[in-house]
């Protein structure tokens, strides 16, 4: 009997070209489940566990995705050198990567680098490996070989610049990272480039060249954005709508109040820069809390109210409301599957914590899942968040475009301080707003309270965050390598003559923290 005309083809012959196509057209569900079925047929065959790791981590399913990984790592040691490639290889150590699994890498590359002592690639993927692990001297001299080996390879210089800049050799750094400014670099790495660049000289104290510099870079990134169709307007009609739409009424009419035996989680929230990946490395070092890691766990539940409900243009609550009794319950279960695909399983008496920063603009979809969650909101003067921003290069996203210009951001972080004010107002969570200069001066005073709340008490690993490796998925990665310092707060005097043209928008938000003007 022939098969339906869209059956999945059994053979692996048939398989291998379809997961691929599937994977590269975006369709990573249907590859997945082909790999999955390669991987059965062919558990010996590298490719269907790193297409299968790759898929699984496109999905959000985190511990999939590095299990297979490291399946097809252990795959590519073996064979290396007879049926499988250095640059193969390498690219299962970039896949994990990408889920921010560099530790997992590290046995993979330095296989490569034994076997292929002139690939500039691997030097490269090495140093990037061994950056995240805190092994910064290490990462330096893998940087140095990646950059002599490719001595026209703008990223392997780039590295090497951000490294020495770590290892407090400014001039040697401010040296590679000029030439990369140049007008004939690809605007993408220029962009990069000048970010850097501008940290540099900051460190160096000379502010007015390192803002002069910021601005050169934020505006390569406005440019690709707007030729991107970027819409500078999106977020302030959005989050109109949110407050029109998620009212107190609305929440007490269809959130959900049942009890389905599992505890609500623990939300830090906030603003770019306020401290929020402190916060979450400092509390994940207690025994008894399990840190989401960034993982996009709101977004799945969002996923999942499109698919159920694909109407164009509708609000989540206008979805919500459509799909009738019972969705609350489904996109709970939604939740806290994508949370131990993501994290692996909670262990009875776990709190689990997510810590999503710019969760602090879906805290109303957080009330209707989570009436009894507990919100932390991290904040910081917001003259030192908005330089630290800026200064800051970020992955460009809908959301960190709004940080491309001086007076936009601090737009953009006046609009999200109000929302946050006025959604105050209609939810039902236990909240506390935890301020990082207080945190920096006193961590026990502040955070013994929120572990009271969560019914546990103070643990001493806390102090020693530092020493815990964790996968972070921030640029704060580096910050939070090192025990708490306070060279951070008051940082914006530095820029103070910067700071009336965005006061408008500062003010109130300096004035409602207790900053002094």
């Known amino acids: 009997m022939k098969s339906p005309p869209h059956a999945t083809p059994a053979t692996h012959d048939d398989l291998l070209p379809l997961a691929i196509a599937r994977m590269h ?24 566990w790193a297409g299968l790791g790759r898929c699984a981590g496109h999905l959000g399913h985190r511990i999939e995705a590095i299990a297979s990984l490291e ?74 070989r990646a950059a002599k080996l490719a001595p026209d390879e703008g990223n392997a210089q780039l590295q090497l610049a951000v490294l020495e800049a770590r290892c407090d050799m400014l001039d040697s750094s401010r040296q590679r990272l000029q030439p990369l400014c140049d007008q004939a670099r690809p605007p993408g790495l220029r962009a990069r480039a000048l970010h850097e660049l501008a940290r540099v000289l900051d460190r160096c104290q000379a502010f007015d060249t390192a803002f002069v510099t910021m601005q050169a870079a934020q505006r390569l990134q406005l440019e690709a954005a707007h030729a991107g169709g970027f819409d500078a307007g999106w977020l302030t009609r959005e989050l109109a709508r949110e407050r029109a ?10 959130g959900f109040h049942g009890d389905d035996g599992r505890d609500d989680p623990l939300f830090v929230v906030g603003f770019y820069r306020s401290g929020t990946t402190l916060l979450d490395q400092m509390l994940a070092s207690h025994p008894h809390i399990q840190s989401s890691g960034e993982a996009a766990l709101l977004p799945a539940v969002h996923r999942e109210l499109v698919r159920m409900q694909p109407a164009p243009g509708l609000h989540w609550t206008q979805r919500w409301e459509a799909l009738g009794p019972g969705i609350a319950e489904h996109l709970r279960d939604v939740y806290f599957r994508s949370a131990e695909r993501a994290i692996g399983p909670r262990s009875p008496g776990m709190v689990l914590m997510d810590k999503t920063t710019m969760n602090s603009i879906h805290l109303g979809l957080v009330n209707a899942l989570f009436p009894r969650a507990r919100i932390v909101f991290a904040r910081r003067d917001p003259r030192d968040v ?15 475009c709004l940080l491309l210009e001086w007076q936009g951001a601090a737009r953009f972080f006046d609009e999200v301080m109000r929302h946050m004010q006025a959604t105050q107002t ?58 708490l310092y306070g060279a951070a707060v008051g940082r914006w005097k530095h820029y103070s003559k910067r700071m009336d043209e965005v006061a408008d928008w500062l003010a109130p938000h300096i004035a409602s923290g207790h900053y002094a003007s």
């Open 25 to 48: 057209a975006g369709r990573h569900a249907e590859a997945l489940e082909n790999f999955r079925a390669l991987a059965q047929q062919r558990p010996d065959q590298i490719i269907a």
């Open 245 to 254: 739409l998620c009212t107190a009424e609305w929440l007490n009419r269809h």
């Open 426 to 483: 209609v939810l039902q969570h236990m909240q506390q707003i935890l301020r990082y200069e207080d945190l920096i001066r006193d961590p026990q005073a502040v955070l013994a309270p929120v572990l009271r709340r969560e019914g546990l008490s103070w643990d001493a690993r806390i102090l020693d965050f530092h020493l815990h490796s964790r996968p972070i998925a921030t640029p704060s990665f580096a910050d939070v390598a090192r025990p």
């Open 386 to 400: 908005l330089i630290s921003a800026c200064l800051q290069s970020f992955e460009p996203s809908a959301l960190t």
């Open 71 to 144: 399946r097809a790592a252990h795959l590519a040691q073996q064979g290396l050198g007879t049926n499988i490639s250095a640059d193969a290889a390498l690219d299962v150590a970039f896949e994990m990567h990408r889920l921010f699994a560099h530790d997992r890498s590290v046995a993979l590359i330095e296989t490569v680098v034994q076997k292929n002592p002139d690939h500039a690639r691997a030097h490269h993927l090495l140093s990037q490996a061994l950056e995240r692990a805190n092994r910064i001297e290490d990462a330096l001299l893998s940087a140095q």
